[in-house]
């Protein structure tokens, strides 16, 4: 993932490519923008490109190869949460001493070090700013630089204050990347010790391009769905899974049309029962969920009278249908019945269970 095949946001891409041209890359960076809009992405370009061992340029403005050793350790950081999973992995195996010590950090490169949020509480702590500060004062090699990339910019406030003191005199050769999704995220003294660049959402027209290009075989009507359901994310309409989503979708709208109009309780049946528990059952659950809450949310918009802004857009006729039999209290209360069966798969309740009692309880307006 190099400058030159990053989607979307020339601008900002550009202005980075500038910064490292013309050797005034500030050494602290905070990168703003909605999930999926390529943050992270982002971050490991601008790695790659400051370490490349076969630098290239994109636009006359400088890039990485994206194939040399060091833009292939630097890229193999890309999969966050499949390194993440690792190291989280790797601390179980740990002597319960040793674990309470141990702080998820990768490092896929010696340059390039990525600092995320340490789960459960997934904050960054000050034990992983402590390894940042013993890690920065080893210099790279020659006419290389070291990289800090915090993909959540979430801090505990002891990890906040000793970030501060790095901020205050990074070394000449290490620049620390802060992504958040609002710059409201962080600490204003830290803040305003940093660079802002921002990644805006996408306009829903420039995705359809985008998805008409990556798959023209899909038909505009999927396009334009798959566009408005990411929100101007590239990330999340590249990597959007519309066959999942619409059996998601599927087995909502059953189960609102049960609630709102003609209960047909043994399709029902059949269909909840096939939620089952563990980690699966979980996963679709959360898929209905998800699929749920944007059926109510664009029903609400056609009872607003915004119809253009509904993302279902295939399947509006019905949504229409549905909207125009229910009240918008009765909306606002099936999302809170939502919200509780969310905290009661939190709790592991039988995943059935609690979809056949949210879709009686949706029923008894
Ligand atoms: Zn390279």
């Known amino acids: 993932m190099n400058f030159r095949s990053f989607l979307g946001n020339h601008a900002t891409v550009r202005h980075l490519q500038e910064a490292v041209a013309s050797g005034r890359l500030p050494h602290a960076i905070l990168l703003t923008g909605p999930r999926g809009a390529g943050k992270y992405s982002l971050a490991l370009a601008l790695a790659q490109t400051l370490n490349c061992l076969d630098p290239q340029t994109s636009n006359g403005l400088p890039d ?13 950081a890309l999969d966050l949460d499949a390194r993440v ?11 319960d001493v040793d674990r ?36 920065v004062q080893h210099h790279p090699e020659k006419g290389q630089r070291k990289i800090y990339i915090f993909p959540q910019s979430t801090f505990m406030s002891e990890a906040a204050n000793a970030l501060l003191k790095v901020l205050e005199e990074p070394p000449e050769y290490a620049h620390l ?17 940093t660079s802002t660049l921002h990644l805006p959402a996408l306009p829903s027209a420039d995705l359809e391009q985008l998805l008409a290009e990556r798959h023209p075989d899909w038909k505009p009507e ?34 609102l049309r049960t609630a709102v109009a003609e209960p047909d309780h043994s399709a029902l049946f059949h269909m909840t029962e096939t939620y089952r528990a563990g980690a699966d059952g979980q996963q679709k659950t959360q898929g209905l969920l998800r699929a749920l809450y944007t059926l109510l949310e664009d029903m609400m918009l056609l009872q607003g009278g915004m119809p253009g802004m509904a993302r279902n857009v295939d399947i509006l006729p019905e949504l229409r249908h549905l909207a125009d039999n229910v009240s918008f209290e009765w909306i606002e209360s099936a999302t809170h ?13 039988l995943r059935s269970l609690s979809l056949d009692a949210l879709a009686s309880r949706m029923q008894s307006r």
């Open 64 to 76: 990485a190869c994206d194939i040399c050793q060091n833009c292939t350790q630097i890229a193999s």
């Open 85 to 95: 999973a690792e190291a989280v992995e790797a601390r179980e195996d740990l002597r």
């Open 100 to 135: 309470k010590d141990t702080r998820i950090l990768i490092q896929t490169h010696p340059n390039v070090l990525v600092l995320p949020p340490d789960p459960p509480q997934m904050l960054v702590k000050v034990g992983q700013i402590r390894t940042l500060i013993h890690n």
């Open 177 to 193: 990347l802060l992504l958040a999704e609002n710059p409201s995220d962080l600490l204003a003294t830290i803040r305003s010790r």
């Open 222 to 255: 999927r396009r334009l769905l798959v566009a408005r359901l990411a929100e101007g994310a590239v990330g999340r309409a590249i990597s959007f899974n519309a066959e999942a989503y619409t059996a998601s979708r599927k087995d909502a709208l059953l189960l």
């Open 337 to 349: 019945r939502m919200a509780e069966v969310e905290s009661g798969m939190r709790r592991n309740l």
